[in-house]
């Protein structure tokens, strides 16, 4: 079964920091780029970063630029997000997501497509003192 | 970075409906475009993608058109259990991935 589980979310005082952790199984996880997104408490989805399959290109919302650091592991299929110097708007449950691309090839053209098809259940950040 | 609005934020329909939701991005991002429904206390799901590919597993009166700037989302003959959330998202070759506000889908 394809899965993705989240850990490592808590409670944090403001200034804190956490290590979140999202354990992938049952694909070829070094296939895959990876992302991580949030959700704030009665609010909508807010995308935070991404990590390309081979570490060698990441991305960071301006929001948490500076202050997360996203990283893989592909040998134990983990993906990782450091949280740091935490605000209370960090508040918030952070799923990991896998991204897909497909392909699709016309005549003169490929275009392709992308999609976060896995979801895991996420996990809940706290930032409060 | 390209803005999506979703249009309305909030539906009421019954049972047996059929309800279209809007999203408009700020510039042209011709089928760059994905759908996922979100039920309460769980991750979201991804219905759709390419504008219009439904994904494998997702029930057929879900259907998704558009592009450039404006998509929408059909669904017909609403079921119990379309009653949810429901987001588009922009995603390329690389972020940012950006959300639209979402759509919240009550029954009337």
């Known amino acids: 079964e394809v899965q993705l589980v989240e850990s490592g979310g808590g409670l944090v005082q403001p200034g804190g920091s956490l290590r979140l952790s999202c354990a992938a199984s049952?694909?070829?996880?070094?296939?895959?780029?990876m992302n991580w997104v949030r959700q704030a408490p009665g609010k909508g989805l807010e995308w935070v970063s991404y990590?390309?399959?081979?570490?060698?290109?990441?991305y960071y919302a301006d929001s948490v630029k500076g202050r997360f650091t996203i990283s893989r592991d592909n040998a134990k299929n983990a993906l990782f997000l450091q949280l740091n110097s935490l605000r209370a708007e960090d508040t918030a449950v952070y799923y990991c997501?896998?991204?897909?691309?497909?392909?699709?090839?016309?005549?003169?053209?490929?275009?392709?497509?992308?999609?976060?098809?896995?979801w895991g259940r996420g996990t809940t950040v706290t930032v409060s003192s | 970075d390209i803005q999506l609005t979703q249009s309305p934020s909030f539906l009421s329909a019954s049972v047996g409906d059929r309800v279209t939701i809007t999203c408009r991005a700020s510039?042209?991002?011709?089928?760059?475009l994905a759908w996922y429904q979100q039920k309460p206390g769980k991750a979201p799901k991804l219905l759709i993608y390419?504008?219009?590919t439904l994904q494998s597993g997702v029930p057929s009166r879900f259907s998704g058109s558009g592009s450039g700037t404006e998509f929408t989302l059909t669904v017909n003959s609403l079921q119990p259990e379309d009653f949810a959330t429901y987001y588009c998202?922009?995603?390329?070759?690389?972020?940012?991935?950006?959300f639209g506000q979402g759509t919240k889908l009550e029954i009337k």
């Open positions: 997501a896998r991204e897909t691309i497909s392909v699709v090839r016309g005549l003169m053209r490929e275009d392709y497509y992308y999609y976060m098809d896995v």
């Open positions: 049952g694909f070829t996880f070094s296939y895959h780029s």
């Open positions: 990590i390309s399959s081979s570490s060698d290109i990441i």
């Open positions: 510039q042209g991002i011709t089928s760059y």
């Open positions: 390419a504008a219009s």
């Open positions: 998202q922009h995603l390329n070759r690389y972020p940012p991935y950006t």
